[in-house]
């Protein structure tokens, strides 16, 4: 049996989008070892889709190379074809199922938010850049929040008023045709998201790729190979990659981001359930209008100090907490169906202690290898269990309180616990 702690409604489709490496629009180009620019860079070099004319890079430093001079020609659809079809196709699947499984009216509230959280950050950037939690950080230090701030604001405001926004445009999603909208400013913003990669990813040194660091393979063997990137005024830096269906991929993507991405989708059949969706509506609308609340407090404070307070109380605090427990989360069983799964939601708030001792007792006695996951939301405690072929039966099994209600059509089981 196996314990787990939930994430609410999936957000992969952000991460996996603003992750993506970006670049911006610089007269320099990527140099291989030999001073000369990358083999496989330029018009033609780069791509995933058959017939289309263009051949696959010959190495994993003509793919970087490809992709950045791609950007220097303001050709943002070269960061699509830097991924192999198979995570194109996966991608694109990914927004068009989310699409068609998430409720307009959720969706719509969960986009006005975002829009109007633009808006803020526009309006009160020196408001939200002097609060401790962001003055006192390592991105401060150097004033790189401060410098990149405007375009990252730019930049969700372009994906918020976006095609992402709208889940009609959203059912016929295709991330070439996404990428090629994007302007030369919003290249230039998308560019800035360079500095929130890890230091084991390439596009981290971005900004130097574009300012002319030399890139080079320094070893290859089958599908694997080392990449080293030596800025014009810094230490070198190696990174690995592998190849997948011929195209070379940082070695941290080619063996997690597909997987990351079906196990999105696995998640939707649990999270976007249409009985399990309907349930998290109605505790999604309240926290929503609550966040529009908080930006207008927060629109409307006076003064900076009145700002940072509500900053963090009713933002960074419970941030810190939901990061608590998201960073428990495990991922999902692959095999799981959605008939599988039930929901049992207690009436109360339980403390950490009762969560504790209720998840045991619902894996116990199973005879299966069964998995858990819980949350708490509005004053009610909720648990996902799975797999459970028999909800009936399994209902009639609960000994952790009274069961009040059995939902079989939406696999929900009701039940009241006692306070101790």
């Known amino acids: 049996m196996t314990r787990r702690r939930r994430v609410d409604l999936p957000v992969i489709l ?51 190379s490809a992709v950045v001079e791609g950007f220097q020609q303001n050709r943002p659809d070269a960061i699509w074809e830097f991924l192999p079809a198979g995570h194109q196709r996966e991608i694109n699947e990914l927004a068009r199922e989310f699409a068609i499984r998430m409720d307009p009216e959720l969706w719509q509230q969960t986009a006005e938010v975002i829009r109007n959280s633009t808006g803020l950050l526009k309006t009160r950037k020196q408001s939200i850049l002097s609060h401790p939690a962001l003055s006192e950080s390592e991105w ?52 800035d998201l ?6 084991d990813n390439p596009f981290s040194m971005l900004r130097d790729m574009i300012d002319g660091a030399s890139i080079r393979v320094i070893e290859e063997t089958g599908d694997t190979a080392t990449v080293e990137i030596e800025p014009k005024n810094g230490e070198p830096r190696t990174f690995e990659f592998s190849r997948v269906e011929g195209k070379w991929l940082p070695k941290s993507w080619a063996e997690g981001l597909l997987d990351d991405v079906r196990q999105a989708k696995a998640r939707f059949d649990v999270e976007l359930a249409p009985g399990v969706l309907a349930e998290k509506k109605k505790l999604a609308m309240p926290y929503l209008a609550d966040a529009q609340q908080i930006l207008d407090a927060l629109q409307n404070a006076k003064t ?29 069983d692959l095999a799981a169906k959605p008939g599988d799964v039930v929901r049992i939601i207690i009436t109360r708030e339980l403390t950490a202690a009762e969560i504790d001792q209720i998840a045991d007792i619902l894996l116990s006695g199973s005879g299966a290898d069964r998995e858990l996951t819980d949350d708490i939301a509005d004053g009610k405690t909720l648990f996902v269990v799975s797999p459970v072929k028999d909800v009936a039966a399994f209902a009639k099994a609960i000994t952790i309180g009274k069961v009040t209600r059995v939902d079989l059509k939406t696999r929900t089981i009701t039940v009241e616990v006692p306070e101790e």
């Open 304 to 332: 900076d100090e009145a700002f940072h307070t509500v900053m963090t109380e009713r933002i960074i605090k419970p941030a810190l907490l939901l990061g608590a427990s998201a960073g428990e989360t495990a991922p999902v």
């Open 140 to 191: 401060a230090a150097d004033g790189i929040l401060s410098k990149k701030w405007d375009g990252f604001a730019a930049l969700l405001a372009t994906v918020a008023n976006g095609e992402l926004a709208d889940l009609k445009q959203m059912q016929t999603f295709d991330g070439r045709e996404f990428f090629a909208r994007f302007d030369a400013d919003s290249l230039a913003q998308l560019q």
């Open 14 to 64: 952000a991460v996996v989008l603003m992750g993506l490496p970006g670049c911006g629009n610089d007269d320099a180009s990527p140099k291989t070892d030999s001073g000369q620019p990358a083999t496989g860079a330029g018009a033609g070099a780069n791509t995933n889709e058959p017939g289309d004319g263009r051949s696959a890079p010959a190495n994993a430093a003509d793919a970087l």
């Open 194 to 199: 360079s500095i929130l990669l890890s230091d």
